[in-house]
């Protein structure tokens, strides 16, 4: 069965340092991977979304970036981080027509 | 662009009484995805139900059913039976089926459903 893992799970950050954030697959190949963000209280907003090794198709111009180095990887970087980009990370994949699985979630605190 | 709108950002029921969460959305296409997601307080997206908008079919799912209506792009869940389980975030999401979109999905603000025991 398939997988998906985030880490860390909870993350505290002084503003300006750098961000890297975890997302592997597990169980299927070629997916199509996204990452999105949850402020409090809010909805989530896509940020990237890749839909093969090295394709990365950003959503909104902000402060973060993404990576896909293997096929079952996504990675959520940040060279310096900001207040704003404080909030709730989830990483999602899909196969074919299903529907999106999301992981556990990453929640960063920019202090 | 497509938008994906919940007008009502708190709703509250009976327990074993029944609601009905609204949802409506903006596009152009004519195919596409509608879904329901329940985000706990463990913040885990949990799919509820899936609609496929060339299907006139209502979704159901147990005591999870859908109002579909296409034509006033709306897309409304009803629990029935709620049960104390069920408070949760409800998030209406929207999936773009363009070939190049990547299949990303839109999502509403989300409505915040609790059950009174």
């Known amino acids: 069965s398939q997988t998906i893992h985030q880490w860390p799970a909870t993350l505290v950050q002084p503003v300006g340092s750098p961000l890297s954030l975890e997302c592997t697959v597990e169980?299927?190949?070629?997916?199509?991977l996204y990452w999105y963000r949850q402020a409090a209280g809010r909805g989530l907003q896509l940020l990237f979304y890749?839909?093969?090794?090295?394709?990365i198709s950003s959503e909104v111009p902000q402060n973060l970036s993404a990576s896909r180095p293997q096929d079952r990887q996504f990675i959520l970087s940040s060279k310096k981080l900001l207040l704003s980009d404080s909030g709730f990370y989830l990483c999602?994949?899909?196969?074919?027509?299903?529907?999106?699985?999301f992981g556990p979630g990453t929640r960063l605190t920019v202090l | 662009a497509q938008t994906v709108t919940q007008s009502q950002p708190e709703m509250s029921v009976q327990e074993a009484e029944t609601v009905t969460l609204s949802c409506t959305y903006d596009?152009?296409?004519?195919?596409?995805?509608l879904f329901w997601y329940k985000q706990p307080p463990s913040r885990q997206m949990i799919l509820v139900i899936r609609q496929e908008a060339y299907k006139q079919q209502n979704a159901t799912e147990n005591r999870f059913s859908v109002n579909f209506q296409k034509a006033a792009k709306s897309f409304s869940l009803k629990i029935s039976d709620s049960q104390l389980g069920d408070a949760a975030m409800y998030f209406c999401?929207?999936?773009?089926?363009?070939?190049?979109?990547?299949?990303?999905?839109?999502f509403g603000q989300g409505t915040e459903l609790s059950v009174k025991p």
């Open positions: 999401a929207y999936r773009v089926l363009i070939y190049n979109q990547g299949g990303k999905l839109i």
């Open positions: 169980g299927t190949s070629n997916p199509n």
């Open positions: 596009t152009s296409e004519s195919d596409y995805y």
């Open positions: 890749s839909v093969g090794i090295g394709q």
């Open positions: 999602a994949w899909k196969s074919g027509t299903s529907r999106q699985f």
